[in-house]
Structure formats: structure tokens, C-alpha cells
């Protein structure tokens, strides 16, 4: 197989990549290593077990190593983790680009350029807020902040509203720009896993790559992609990996350097019904960027794991979980100063992820979990089940003073969907494995094009600082590369 | 699975429809084989080793007594079961 440009990953980095090269005339080959999965089956419904099987890495089971772990999730399917997030739209904050630029020396990076590619992005993928009034358990959130006196935002949402789509449509990758790629002449390739970039005799520039492709008969066929341009769009952890198993190092910073929001939850139990169908569109701005308070996924399987998490007597566990209806799942997720590695190991396919949180971290969680049981409780929650082992459940706002001691290293249960800055971007090489545009130093053609690239976890969902910069980068290489 | 793990399993399912008690086992084994190969071998050598220690102190209290561990690594060990068996039961009974 043959083609100019090679984008290996079809997510938000890896969508955006290829349908901007493509729509600009070039033969572009997107490989995902996930399968299709129609964005409309009707089967498969959002943060559902059919989804969690078809369209997670590893099923959803996947935790970074350290005390405690942190369970992350990441999708594998066309369109990737768009197609399995909450399609919450948070721009890259002013303030963080500024102080990205200046500490990793990013060219190009001042907030008003990258608001002008964040404004295209917004229209070509309807980003917007709810046409009605938000369902409750968001309504619960800024009820919560009103009576506490702290900043809440209802933020918009990549969702289409359609006559007849009153709950809307979500805009992933899958629906949009990878449709749009191919409509420019892109190709696809599903179920394909890139095993290998291979490199000429001096390591200098890339000549393709080799993959292994399932066939539907469940039968495999090994590829070779001769390429002139690749662009590895994997995510955090997938793309440092490839790159480590390529040996390629990018001088030492390939795989160092991972950020996350680590995330602790609670269930929250009201004296009414609160709707599972949805996440919550509105978020606790109060304490942003480095302490966010949002909802979660509430489907029955999702309020059955938060209240095991506080590991309360059977009969609380039961008696809460027969009244499920009344429950729903809320977190608090914080900017961690700790950071994490990514490491390849031969012979296996999944990369070890550690991640070892700082004593800052864990108090920080610990005020994070207050500050949320605080707002459950002014939101009229009755009972709060926090994600720590053993965790006092709470009914009282004086007994959440009990949850400080509580948050440690041994019994905190957390979890995280925001995974960035394995491959950080800038021209600083000591702390940076590739350029302020996406290039890995010591190869020609050679660039990495999604959330590895983020010097730094940004406090906010990272879709919308994704595509900002696979936007801006991707017409970078179009006005360098003839 | 190994039958330790399967015998957890078992344990930790309240279910009493054979049928949905069969298809939770079924996706806990295919969510552990799933699983990033360096974790899935972590639990399989803690089950081992459960194993092992159930055959020497044998307990009708399996999770429990796994579960009030004062050992991290075993809580963690029976939480795991416990998160798949638990998000199975309740999100393949909505959808039988």
C-alpha cells in the first residue's frame, strides 16, 4: 500500500488531520486500529455495556500503575474517544496558552490564533448549548453553586439539535470530519493496528509503517504502508507507545511527562427522580482550572459501581441501590503537578502507564470531595456514597469534615478519561520531543497530532484543545510541505 | 478464568437467573481477557496465590474476607471482580 500521508489514529487529532490534508488534495490513509461501529445503531446506546465491549480499549479495563492506581478509559473505534466521551466543549483557557508558550517556547500559540482556529472547528461541528432547559442533574449542579454563591457554567456541547432530536445528536468523528475526509478522497482502514514505523538506513526520515489488519472472517494479514508523511494521532498513551516500539525517543521526552485529571466521585442520593440519560452539561467554575466539579454518567451500572466504591454496609448498599432512580454520580477532578510515564515493553501490545500522585495531590482530591459532598448537599442530595473505601457516608454537612482523613493513598478509588502530554510540543528540546508544530525532532516527516502534544493537562474536557491544534498544525504542514 | 476466579465470580453474583448469571461470568471473562496483558498476568498471579491461601484456610466468606483485607493490593483485587460483576449485572439485566 502507498500513500503521501499516512495519519494512524482517526480521533479528534487524527480526524481533524486528515480531513484538512485531504480536503487540501492530498492522498491521505487513515489506519485505525479499532473496528467501525455505526454511530447510529440504535443498540448501542451512550456509556452503555454494548458500548463499553465495542467501543473501549481493553473493555474500559485499563489503570495507570501507581499508589493509588488510576483506571483510565479510552476509545478504539473509528472517531476514537469522541465517539465514547461526554462531548462537553471547553476551549483551551487564555491564560494556559500564554503560560504554555512561554514555559515550553511554543511558536505560534498566542490566544487569539488559537481562538480563531477553535471558532472554525465550533462551526463545523455545531457545538452548542442545550435548545431547552438542562436536565436535572445538571439544574442540580448550578442550584448547588447558586445557594453556595460559587461560579457555575452551563458549557456547550459538540451536539447537532435537529427537528425531531430534542435530546441532539453528539458530533463525533465518526458522523463528521471522518466522513468528510473520505468524501475528499481519503481512505480508510479499520481494524488495522500499526505495530511498527519503519525509518531509511540513517533514521532520518519515515518510510511508512507496518501494520496487521483483521479481516471480517476474524483472519489477520500483515501491511506494509509506504508513506512520503506520517502523522501519529493515537492519544497519550497509544502514541508514545508506537513511537517507543518504532525506537524513536524524540531525545529522551517521548512517553515522559503524562498528564491527567485524576477524578473522585460520589453518588448522590436525592428525595426525587434524577435523569440517567445524559451527562451534565454544567460545571463548577469556582476553583478552575485546577479543581473542576461535574457530573458523571448515572446509568444503573454506573450508581451500582459508585456506591460499591464507598465499600458502605450491605444493607446502605442495597437500600440505596433499590432506589437507583434517585441517585446520580457526581466528581470532582483536579490539575495533578504529579506526572506520568508511558513505556512500551516487548513482545506486549498495551504500554505500562504510571503515574504516581504527589502528597499536593492527594489533598487536593480530599478538598475536591468536599467541596463536592458541600454542593450535593445544597442541592438537596440526602445521602452522599463517596469513592473511598470505607468513606464515611454522609447526610449532614457537618460530617463531611470526616472525608479529609479519609482520602489516602490506600483506600481512594480513582479514575480518569483525560489523558495529554506524553509528547509535549515547543522548541525547548529538554523538555519537549517535538516542535511547536508537531514534528519529532531528528526526523523530516515525522509528527505526532493529538493530545500527546498538550504541554500540560488543561483542567477542562481536552477535545476542544485537541482539534485547535490539529487544525493549526495540520495547515502548518500544508504551508511548509509542498 | 482461572476456577478461583470463576468460583469469585460465582461469590460476588446476587443474580439468581441462571441465564444472566452465566452471561455476567461471560463478560467478566472476556473484560479480563481484554485487559492490558501486564495487568491481566498481575491478577492472575494474585489469584494464585488467593487460591492457594483458601486451599490452606479454607472460608465460606470468600470476597468478605478478601474484601476486609487490610492488605491494599487484595482489596483491590476483589474490587475489580466486584466493579465487572457488579456493572454486568446491573446493565445486562436492563437489556435482557
Known sequence: ???????????????????????????????????????????????????????????????????????????????????????????????????????????????????????????????????????????????????????????????????????????????TLVPRALAAGAQLVPDCRVTKLTTNDDRTRITGARARRTRNDGTTEDLTIEADHVFVCGGAIQTPALLQRSRIRGRGQVGKGLKLHPTIKIAARFPHPVDHGDVPMHRITE????????????????????????????????????????????????????????????????????????????????????????????????????????????????????????VDRTRTNLMTVHLTSSVRMGEDARRSGADSFGRIRGFDN????????????????????????????????LATTP | MLDFERQLVATLTDVDDPGLRARVAGFVEASLHAMPEHLRLGVLVQSVAFAAWTKIAPTDDLAGRLERSPIPLVRQHVRLFRSLVLFAEQELATTA
Open chain 1, 1 to 175: 500500500m502507498r500513500t503521501e500521508v499516512l495519519v494512524i489514529g482517526s480521533g479528534a487529532g487524527g480526524a481533524t488531520t486528515a480531513a484538512v490534508l485531504a480536503e487540501a488534495g492530498r492522498h491521505v490513509t487513515i489506519v485505525e486500529e479499532g473496528p467501525w461501529v455505526d454511530p447510529d445503531d440504535p443498540t448501542i446506546e451512550p456509556f452503555s455495556i454494548q458500548e463499553m465491549t465495542t467501543k473501549y480499549r481493553h473493555h474500559g479495563s485499563s489503570a495507570a500503575l501507581g499508589t493509588p492506581p488510576i483506571a483510565y478509559a479510552e476509545g478504539r473505534c473509528v472517531g476514537g474517544s469522541t465517539e465514547v466521551n461526554s462531548g462537553l466543549w471547553h476551549r483551551l483557557p487564555e491564560h494556559l496558552a500564554e503560560e504554555w508558550a512561554e514555559a515550553y517556547a511554543i511558536d505560534g500559540f498566542e490566544p487569539a490564533t488559537l481562538a480563531a482556529y477553535a471558532e472554525r472547528i465550533e462551526g463545523w461541528q455545531s457545538v452548542s448549548k442545550v435548545p431547552a432547559a438542562p436536565p436535572l442533574s445538571s439544574a442540580l449542579l448550578e442550584r448547588g453553586a447558586t445557594k453556595l454563591g460559587w461560579r457555575s457554567t452551563e458549557f456547550p456541547r459538540v451536539f447537532r439539535y435537529d427537528a425531531g432530536h430534542q435530546r441532539g445528536v453528539k458530533q463525533t468523528m465518526a458522523r
Open chain 1, 446 to 477: 515525522l509528527y505526532v497530532n493529538d493530545a500527546s502534544l498538550l504541554p500540560d493537562a488543561p483542567g477542562v474536557n481536552p477535545q476542544a484543545a485537541i482539534m485547535t491544534i490539529a487544525l493549526r498544525n495540520a495547515e502548518h504542514f
Open chain 1, 287 to 406: 476553583f478552575a482550572p485546577n479543581l473542576t466539579i461535574g457530573g458523571s454518567a448515572s446509568r444503573k451500572g454506573h450508581v451500582a459501581l459508585a456506591l460499591a466504591d464507598a465499600a458502605p454496609p450491605r444493607t446502605d448498599f442495597d437500600d440505596a441501590l433499590d432506589d437507583w432512580e434517585n441517585v446520580a454520580v457526581y466528581y470532582a477532578a483536579i490539575r495533578s503537578e504529579a506526572a506520568g510515564r508511558v513505556q512500551a515493553i516487548p513482545g506486549l501490545e498495551a504500554p505500562l502507564v504510571t503515574y504516581r500522585l504527589t502528597d499536593g495531590d492527594m489533598s487536593r482530591l480530599a478538598r475536591g470531595l468536599v467541596h463536592l459532598g458541600e454542593l450535593l448537599l445544597a442541592a438537596g442530595a440526602t445521602e452522599l456514597f463517596p469513592s473511598v473505601d470505607g468513606g464515611t457516608i454522609v447526610r449532614r454537612h457537618d460530617e463531611l469534615t470526616r472525608w479529609w482523613d479519609a
